[in-house]
């Protein structure tokens, strides 16, 4: 009932808006009555996409499901940029009610809102188009080395390569998951961490296209965290087919890797927002790194999320790899990041731990990017008095 609640809100909330924009800036348009009633219809039928575009992964007919969660999707990019685009529009239409208001015939008020209102749309369509183009593209290599005090010999320049939300569903599939695992497959790591969210679905809807993970290759094998929504398409399943695929799941615990002449430490824990839940399911730090061997002088924590390095900073972990920000995916979303999470992007700090939080491998909603890009991360440890660089290959 609770949730039923909250999504009607959320679609009263996104039906008002259309309202707002539809008011703002179609009596503007300098065209024939029909288009400004097609603009509306379109409008009209966005407020109903959008909520079915979302929706969608829930319908038995998948192929259908897929279908509508493509076209419910888009118009969800389309919108949020229309949305802004409009906002914008209105501090400029102030501005220039401002201007002229101090030095009258300075600018023309009508002039300005006929143009900024065209401009509108087209900039949102612009945006939208060059977004999808970044979404769908295979993600880029980012380079980090992150530099470890008394680092052993034997231990510079390990790597490890860290792929997060791919989130393959409704409009990530088969295809664009094996473009990424013939990816980290070409860096020939030593180890793969996978940070969460692989998926938007259950396993019978996309096991198929989970299929290719099976392939991913590395010295000391592929390590998996769960994300929040593993636990909204069913996590005790899905951990149970990752297994079947050959990747390691850390539920809370850790394994010690034999590297050479010396060992290193890579932990696990659960999604943090499953802190509600008990059992192996409820995100322990400091238990995933119980009866861990102390001479193992680095130790890395695989954790969805980045705030969970808030209770991870003072446990002895060296290294925190996350994701679940997408880096804000797309303006403005990346300014809100921050009200939830200490770290939107990169590489960052707290203590002795250090902190790598990965911008996502696919995306979650909108097929649309827009200064936040895609990343397969290529982490190296190096001895500290290197210098700590990322770049792109």
């Known amino acids: 009932m609770r949730r039923s609640s909250f999504f009607t809100r959320v679609i009263v909330i996104g039906v008002l808006m259309h309202i707002f924009v539809g008011w703002r800036l179609i009596p503007e348009w ?61 501090v400029t239409i102030a ?30 369509l612009l945006s939208t188009a060059i977004g999808f183009a970044n979404a769908r593209r295979r993600a880029k290599v980012v380079t980090v080395e992150v530099p470890v005090a008394d680092l052993p010999a034997a231990l510079a320049g390990l790597t490890i390569v860290q ?26 790591p030593d180890l793969v961490a996978i940070t969460g969210d692989i998926v938007d679905g259950s396993v019978a809807q996309l096991a198929e296209h989970t299929r290719p993970l099976s392939g991913i290759r590395a010295r ?40 050479d002449d010396t060992r290193f430490v890579v932990a696990g824990v659960t999604d943090y927002s499953t802190g509600h839940l008990s059992g192996i399911h409820r995100s ?10 102390p001479e193992a002088h ?20 060296t290294l925190q790899l996350s994701g679940h920000t997408h880096g804000g995916q797309f303006f403005p979303w990346n ?18 731990l250090w902190i790598y939080t990965s911008r996502g491998t696919g995306y979650w909603g909108p097929p649309k990017r827009l200064a936040a890009p895609s990343e397969i991360t290529c982490v190296r440890l190096v001895p500290a008095n290197s210098m700590s660089l990322s770049r792109v290959a």
């Open 163 to 188: 792929i997060s939300d791919i989130h393959v569903g409704p409009t990530i599939k088969k295809q664009y998951v094996e473009a990424i695992v013939a990816e980290v497959n070409r860096l020939a």
């Open 220 to 259: 000391y094998g592929a390590y998996l965290v769960t994300g929040n929504h593993e636990y909204y398409s069913g996590a005790d399943e899905w951990v149970a087919e990752f297994r079947r695929l050959g990747l390691k799941v850390l539920l809370n615990e850790h394994v010690v890797i034999q590297h």
């Open 30 to 90: 300098p065209v024939q009555p029909f288009v400004k009633a097609l603009a509306v219809l379109w409008l009209i039928s966005s407020c109903v996409l959008i909520p079915l575009g979302v929706l969608a992964r829930r319908f038995e007919r998948q192929p259908l499901g897929d279908r509508i969660a493509w076209v419910g999707l888009l118009a969800m990019g389309y919108f949020s940029s229309l949305l802004v685009f409009t906002l914008l529009r209105e």
């Open 95 to 124: 501005s220039i009610f401002v201007l002229d208001v101090l030095q009258p015939g300075t600018a023309s008020l009508d002039h300005w809102g006929v143009v900024t209102a065209v401009a509108v749309p087209a900039l949102a």
């Open 335 to 352: 300014f809100f990041v921050r009200l939830q999470q200490p770290f939107t992007a990169g590489l960052a700090r707290i203590g002795d």
């Open 298 to 317: 680095v130790k890395v924590l695989l954790a969805h999320q980045p705030r969970t390095a808030l209770a991870a900073a003072n446990l002895g972990y």
């Open 284 to 293: 322990d730090p400091a238990g995933a790194l119980k009866n861990a061997p």
